[in-house]
């Protein structure tokens, strides 16, 4: 890294811890830590909502999904709006109006303390290990950026992380949550424009060749149930997991509880609403596009270079099968930009390609013959 990305990196991260602390400093009632003095506006609300259930690991991952699977994923995100606008009418005025801190507390209120405790036991013990995962995820990326070990990088963004939490509660969350949004968002965007720019073909010419592999179906109407995301699917039991997640999980409750009045708590939820899909669909377009770049430039076999020279030895036959079938895709890429109706033999190799890369750096516990007789190789597990 050079010094100016030392620069950007540590201003960034020195910016937003050091505006959410000074943004907190003086807290000394637990509802205000809470519930952060219940002072946020609409958008704060809503921009904190977004950022708690887009976490590092969406901006990650998401875009492999949109590079292996397409847009596809975003049905799984439809019935985010309509399980907003329920929340926004049942659960949210109930919350407001007991004044509960915590999700966890109306239960007790509801039912017993028995009940209470149980239930935010549950959600501390599945929040502590999703954090961990969280956390985890980026400090993969960072480690081999920076050159760090593994384990430095996820304690240093730990503490971090534990630093502004802990001094400024709910806050301080909300506060930095908005910058970390608008950087995360402003980067997905810039990865885009880079992305397009850099392609060897126009823009409509990239769209054609991702729309002829089935990068571009967006939604599904089909009732398979074979298929993991249709419109039903997403229409249905995306909403039941939406409302089961933003209306008792406390990292979302806390959000909108920190509204200054029912109003903007339900404004903010309902910004969510608009915006969630449209977000989800732009960072799905970041992978489809890297797709297409390697479609005309050749990709490594699998993208973790440390886990691809390890196992570089056993698996050079299917690198040899990976580049015979780049080159085939090329030419009839080439063939269809001519005009050529070769969409359903571009898809059959695609196919194949898809059947050499391995998914995971994970080994499988057994052998695998390659197609080359006599030469056996370890093959990736896929997922």
Same mark, same amino acid.
Request: include cysteine.
């Given at each position: 890294?050079?010094?100016?990305? &030392?620069?950007?990196?540590?201003g960034t991260l020195a910016a937003i811890v050091g505006y959410g602390t000074y943004q907190t400093r ?15 506006? &609409? #958008? ?18 998401? /875009? ?17 709006? =309509?399980?907003?606008? $329920?929340?926004?009418?049942? $659960?949210?005025?109930? #919350? ?38 969280? !956390?985890?995820?980026p400090a993969i990326i960072l480690s081999a950026v920076l050159g760090w070990p593994l384990l430095l990088?996820?304690?240093? !963004?730990?503490?971090?992380?534990? @630093?502004?939490?802990v001094s400024g509660g709910a806050k301080a969350v909300n506060q930095t949550q908005q910058l970390q ?10 990865? *885009? @424009? @880079? ?13 054609? +060749? ?21 419109? &039903?699917?997403? $229409?249905?039991?995306?909403?039941? @997991?939406?409302?089961? #997640? %933003? ?19 339900? =404004? ?14 732009? $960072?799905?377009?970041?992978? +489809? ?12 076999? %699998? ?11 056993? !698996?050079? /036959? =299917? ?13 009839? !890429? ?14 059959? *190799? ?22 080359? /007789? ?10």
């Amino acid at each position: 890294m050079s010094g100016l990305d &030392w620069l950007v990196l540590g201003g960034t991260l020195a910016a937003i811890v050091g505006y959410g602390t000074y943004q907190t400093r003086g807290i000394k009632h637990v509802g205000t830590y809470l519930r952060g003095g219940q002072e946020s506006r &609409w #958008y704060t609300v809503g921009l904190s909502i977004m950022a708690t259930q887009a976490s590092a690991i969406t901006f990650l991952s998401t /875009p492999g999904q949109g590079f292996e699977e397409g847009l596809g994923f975003v049905q799984f995100y439809f019935g985010v709006p =309509l399980a907003m606008v $329920i929340l926004c009418a049942t $659960i949210v005025p109930l #919350y407001y109006r007991t004044k509960v801190l915590t999700a966890y507390e109306y239960l007790e209120q509801r039912f017993d303390l028995k009940t209470r405790q149980l239930t935010a036991a549950i959600f501390l013990l599945q929040r502590g290990l999703g954090t961990g995962v969280s !956390i985890y995820a980026p400090a993969i990326i960072l480690s081999a950026v920076l050159g760090w070990p593994l384990l430095l990088t996820t304690v240093a !963004i730990g503490v971090v992380v534990i @630093v502004y939490t802990v001094s400024g509660g709910a806050k301080a969350v909300n506060q930095t949550q908005q910058l970390q949004m608008a950087v995360m968002l402003a980067g997905m965007a810039l990865a *885009v @424009v @880079v992305i397009v720019r850099q392609l060897p073909v126009s823009l409509p010419d990239a769209l054609r +060749v991702a729309g002829v592999l089935g990068k571009l179906k967006a939604v599904d109407y089909s009732a398979r149930l074979d298929t993991r995301y249709t419109f &039903w699917s997403g $229409i249905t039991g995306g909403t039941f @997991v939406a409302l089961a #997640y %933003f209306g008792t999980d406390q990292s979302q409750v806390q959000r909108y509880l920190s509204g200054e009045s029912l109003k903007q708590a339900r =404004l903010g939820m309902l910004m969510n609403a608009l915006l969630k899909v449209p977000m989800q669909l732009m $960072i799905l377009s970041v992978g +489809v596009f890297v797709f297409v770049f390697f479609q005309f430039t050749p990709s490594p076999v %699998f993208f973790n270079q440390p886990a691809l020279e390890k196992a570089r030895p056993a !698996i050079a /036959p =299917l690198e040899e099968q990976h580049l015979q079938l780049f080159t085939e895709k090329r030419a009839l !890429i080439e063939r269809f930009q001519h005009g050529e109706a070769v969409g359903q033999e571009l898809q059959a *190799v695609e196919a194949r390609d898809r059947l050499v890369r391995p998914r995971r750096a994970r080994r499988c516990s057994r052998p695998t013959r390659s197609r080359t /007789p006599k030469t056996p190789t370890t093959s990736f597990c896929r997922s």
